[in-house]
C-alpha cells in the first residue's frame, strides 16, 4: 500500500525539479553557451571580435574547477552577459531561444505536475477507503473482544469445538463422494438398461463401443461386396434385387444383424438360418421400399403421411399382392440366396487380432461356424471370436461412466490445475467440451491457462443455497396440476375427434392424422419437460439443507457452463428461481434501491430509465404484497411478468425487507442481475470504433437506455407501411403490428451468424405467438411467406444500422476462408490466453437412414477436409463468443480480488443488491481495458504467422468512438 506521506514527499520533490533543474545544470549552461556563441555568429554586430573575446574569457573561467559551480552561476553570467556589446536583434533571439525552450520545458513539467496530482488524488482516495475500512475492522475487532470476553467467562470446550468442525467437514467430504457415485451409479443403470432395451435391435449399432468394432469391418467392406456379387450371374433374380437394394445399406444392415443376433446377446444358439434368414428378409425389404420410391413416389409418399415409419416398414415386409410396380415375389429362395451370400461375405472379411494389445499378432477370422447335434437333430451354430466381446465390453466399461448426470457439489470444488485435473473428487471432467477434437486438445496442454484455471475456481467457489420459499410454492403448483409459468401440466392434450368419414375420405384422414402428429408431438414434449422438472425438484429436495456449488467449464469459444446439468443457475426461470447465494448482505440504501430495479427488470419494465423502474416497484406494492401473501389464489400479478418465478422471488425478497422495519439492515441473498444491451453487438461497435452503432446498444452515456430491437423494429416498420401503400397483402397485415418481440431473436442472433433459414423460422415462431388467435396463420402458405417477408426485411434493417459491424463481419468472414481453403482449421487466441480451434470438417459424422432405423457413421480423423462453408460462417460469431467470455472472465477475476460475490449466465452479470455499483464499475472498466487492446491487429498479425502463405485483406479503418467513455454509460449493462 502507497502511504498518503509519499504523494507529498513526491510532491515537493517535483516543484524543486521543476524549477531549478534547468537554470542550475551543468546541460543549462553549455545550451546558455551554445545559443549566445549561435547568435553572435549569425548576427551583424561590429563588436563580434570583442565579444569573442569576453566569450573565450567565459569559457576559460566555465572550465576552472577553483571556481564553485554556485558562484559561476551566480555571479559569472549575469555580469558577463551586461558586459557583452550585442545588438538588439542578438538579445531578441537569445531571449526569444531561452523563452521557446523554458517554454517547452514548462509545459512539460506542467502535464508531470497534473499527472503527479491525479496520482494523489487517486492516492487520497484510496487512504479514505481504507480510513473507512479501518473504522469497519475496529468495530468488528471490538465485537470480538466483547464476544471473546463473553467465552472466556463461559466453560467453553475449544477441543470439541474444533472436532465438530473436523467431523462436519469429514461429514460433508463424505456426502460428496456418495453424490458423485451415486450420478455415477446411476450413469452405468441407465446405460445398462438401454443395452438391454437394445440388444438384437437394428439401432444398436449407434452405441460408440459397438459402432467402433463395426467400423473397423466396414471400412472397404462395400467396394468388396460390391466386386464378389459383380462376379455372380447378373441374371439371379437375387443378385437383381442386391444391385436394387443399395450395397451401402444392405452391408450395414447385414453386419448389425450379425453382431446384434450373435454379440449383443451372449447368445452362443444363433444358428446360421436364422441370421441369413434375417439378413435375406431385411435387404429384400430395402428393394421393396426402393423400386416403390422410385417407380411410384406419389404411392410412397401418400404411404409415409397416413403411415407411422414402423408400420410402413411392416408393409414394405409383407406381401405386395396389391402393389404390381413389384414384378419379383419374395421368394424364399431368393431370400435365402440373398442371405447366404451376405453371411459368406461376412465370414470372409471380418477380421479379428488374435492376441489383442500384442505388436504383430495375427489377424483371424471374427466368426466361425460351429456343427451341433442336439436330441439327435444336427444344428449350425455363429460363434464369434471371444475377443470380439473383449472389445465390445471394454468399450462399454469405460463409456457407461461417461454420461453421468452429476450434482452440485457440497463441498468447495477443487481447484482446476490442468485440462483434466479438477473440480470433482472422484470423477474426471475435461475443462473442456471439445467433442473429440484432438487438435484442440493438443493446444490445450500447450497453453498457459493460468488465468482461465483461476476464472473457473471463481465460478465454482460461489455458495449457493435452495429457496426454500420458492420451492415449497413451486411443489404446490405441481401438486395442483402445474401448468404455471414455466411449470409444464400433468396431463396430456386430449386427441381431436375422429371424422366420421375418415376411413373413405382421404383429405380427411390426412387432416385428422396431421392434427393428430401435433398433438402427439406437444404430449411428448410435455412428457419430456415433466420428467425433467421432477428431476429438478428432486435435486433441489436433495439440496434444501445444504450449501452447494457448481463447478464450470467450457465450451471451445471460452464460454463458461455449469457442469451439473439440471439444477443450475443457467437453466430455466423457475430452475434459477430456486437458487440464491449462500452468503446474506445488509442491503444499505443503494441495495434497497438495486432490488426494486431488479423487479422492474424481471417483470419487463426494463426499458425506461432507472428512476422510473423504482416507481414502477414502488406504485405495485400491493401487488407485491398479494404475491407473497397469496401466490397461488391471489390476483397472481407475479404470473404477468416475463420471469414470473424469478418474479416472485424477488417479490418475497422486497416483502421481506420492508416488514423487517428496517430494508436498509435486512440482509439479503438474492442475485441481482446486471444485462449487456445485445451483447455481441457492443464488442463489434467497439472493436469497428463505431460510434452510431455504440450509440445504440448503450456503449455511449444517454440519459435512457437505447433498445436495439426497437430500433430495429422501427425500420421494419417503415419498411412495411411503405409496402403497404405500394399494395403488398402480406405488408398491410402486418401495419402497425411490427414489435421488438417480432425481431428481438433474430437481431441478437444476427451477430452470431444466424442464416436467414434460420432467422425465417425464429419469425415464424414469434409470428405464431403473436398471432396465435388469427386465422391466417394457420395458413401455412401465407405464415412462410409472411416470416420470409419480415426475416428480408430484419436482415436490411441490420445492415443499414450496424456498417461498423457488418464490415468486421465480412472481413473475418474473408480472413476465415481463406484459412478454410487452404485446408487448415481456423484458430486464434482469446486475450486470456485461450487456444480456440474451430472444429468444423466434412463427413466427420453423417447418417444412412434404411427401412429400420438410421446408422450413424463416424470418422474420428483430423485427415477430414476441414468444412469450408461451416469454417467461415461459424468464425464471427465464435470469436465475439471468446471476447464476452473474457470479458466475463475478466469480470469475476476482479470481483474476487474486491470480495465481491459474483456469477454469470454469459453476459448477464449477478451479484448481491448492495454490491451492484461495485460490479458495475468493474466490468465498465474491464470493457474498456479489454477493447483498448489492439484486438484485430493481434489476430491479423497471429493470422499472418500461423498461415504465412495466405495473403489476408486489410482490417476495416476504425471510427472514432472513444471506448473510455463506457465508463460514463448508465445503461452499458443494466
Known sequence: MIRISDGFKSISKFKLQSFNSFKYSNNGLNSFYNKINNSISSGSNNNNNNNNIKINEYSTIKNNESMSSARFKETFIPEFFNTLQLDETTKTNINKSNLKENREKYLQYMDELAETKEKLRKLEETFIEDIAKLKKARIVAEQYLKDGETLMDQDVNWESDMKAINEKEKNLRKLETLLEFEAIEDAVLRYRELMEDSTGKSFMSNFKSVREVMMQWNEGLMEKVEAALNKENQKQPWVIITKKASIQKSVLKALNILVGKCVLNNNIDVSIESVREYIGISVYAEYKASVIKKEEPSIHKKLSKLIPASALQKFYHISNDNIDVVTLPPDPVEVKSIGQFFVDQLFLHCKIQENLGEDGSRYVPAFSIESRYTAGMRTTKVVPHVNIFKLINDGHSVRETGGARLYPMVIKPLPWLSPVEGPYLHYKVPIMRTNGSSMQLRSLADADLSLVYRSLNVLGETPWKINRDIYEVIMSAWESGGNIGDIPKRTDNEYPEVPEDVVFNFEARREYYKKEQKIKALNYNLHSLRCDTLYKLDVAKKFLDHTLYFPHNIDFRGRSYPIPPH?????????????????????GEKGFYWLKIHVANLFGVDKIPLEDRVIFTEKNME?????????LGGNRWWLKADYPWQTLGACMEITKAIRSGDPSSFESNLPVHQDGTCNGLQHYAALGGDVWGAEKV?????DRPQDVYSGVA??????????????NEIAKFFVGKVDRKLVKQTVMTSVYGVTYIGAREQIENAILEKFKDCDEINDDRFLFKASSYIARHTFSSLNDMFVGARSIMKWMSECSSLIAKSGECVSWVTPLGLPVVQPYRKGGRYSIRTLECEFIVVHDDELLPVDTNRQRSAFPPNFIHSLDSTHMFLTALSCDDKGITYSSVHDSYWTHACTVDNMNEILRNEFVELHKQPILERLLEWFQTKYP????????????LDISRVKESKYFFH
Open 623 to 631: 401487488n407485491i404484497f398479494d404475491s407473497v401473501d397469496n401466490p
Open 714 to 727: 422501427q425500420l421494419v416498420s417503415k419498411l412495411v407501411d411503405k409496402d403497404a401503400e405500394d399494395g
Open 949 to 960: 502463405n495466405l495473403n489476408f485483406p486489410p482490417i476495416p479503418k476504425k471510427g472514432q
Open 698 to 702: 448503450n456503449l455511449l452515456p444517454s
Open 567 to 587: 439444477l443450475n443457475h443457467l437453466g430455466s426461470d423457475f430452475c434459477r428461481s430456486l437458487l440464491k447465494f449462500e452468503k446474506s448482505l445488509p442491503l
